[in-house]
């Protein structure tokens, strides 16, 4: 079945560091999107991409799209403690979405 | 931005009792909704695709006869997790779609159960 794999799992950063979570699909993706949930709280869209080596940027977060449409990534730049939560990618599939294991982010201050 | 709630936010309940979740757009019609499963520290499993006016499709592993769903309107979606046991406690959340199959998801808040 879908599979949507993401690491790393936890990091932890001083605040001011960069950070980087993947995700990788064992099979081609529609689209993906990406989402964030805080502790406690329900995930929250952050950006869609659809083409084939796509490029967003939102303020600090650049998100990028593979070539093979089977893997994308999400990078903060300058981490802040707002930033704090698991960020999830959710990759299309059959019009549904399958959500990635997640990676939870710590930022000290 | 779309409004999806969810209720109960929690619920305990005894073992051998069925426990109903509800999922309403607030603010637009969902033909399509997901629920979702999420245990502690862990990702959101597909549980299943709740479609309006016909019958909900499953993932592979869900007992459909566990998780009864039903899409009644274009704005509520209900889960029936019927004879509950402790094994069943989890966080269940449901989404919708409002638009285009490609559209973003709209999160309700959520409904941890416990069961005892």
């Known amino acids: 079945g879908q599979q949507v794999m993401q690491i790393p799992q936890y990091q932890h950063v001083q605040e001011g560091e960069d950070f980087t979570t993947y995700c990788n699909s064992s099979?081609?993706?529609?689209?993906i999107q990406w989402y964030k949930q805080r502790p406690g709280g329900h995930p929250v869209f952050l950006i869609q991409?659809?083409?084939?080596?796509e490029v967003k940027k939102q303020k600090r977060l650049t998100f990028q799209f593979g070539e093979a449409k089977k893997n994308s990534s999400l990078h903060i730049t300058a981490t802040q403690t707002t930033d704090v939560g698991t960020y999830f990618c959710?990759?299309?599939?059959?019009?549904?979405?399958?959500f990635g294991s997640g990676t939870k982010l710590n930022v000290k201050p | 931005g779309a409004v999806v709630s969810q209720h109960p936010s929690w619920v305990i309940c005894k073992s051998g009792t069925s426990v109903k979740i509800e999922c309403r757009s607030l603010?637009?019609?969902?033909?399509?909704m997901f629920w979702y499963r999420q245990f502690p520290k862990q990702s959101l499993m597909l549980m299943a695709t709740?479609?309006?006016?016909?019958?909900?499709?499953?993932e592979q592993g869900v007992e459909k006869d566990k998780f009864l769903i039903n899409h009644a309107s274009l704005t509520l979606s209900t889960l029936t997790v019927t004879s509950a046991h402790p094994e069943d406690s989890s966080f269940y959340i449901c989404?919708?779609?409002?638009?285009?199959?490609?559209?973003?998801?709209?999160f309700g808040e959520g409904s941890r159960l416990t069961v005892l």
């Open positions: 989404s919708a779609r409002s638009g285009t199959v490609t559209g973003e998801l709209f």
């Open positions: 099979t081609t993706l529609s689209n």
């Open positions: 991409l659809v083409k084939s080596g």
């Open positions: 959710a990759g299309l599939n059959f019009n549904k979405f399958y």
């Open positions: 603010d637009f019609q969902a033909t399509t």
């Open positions: 709740s479609n309006e006016g016909s019958k909900a499709t499953y």
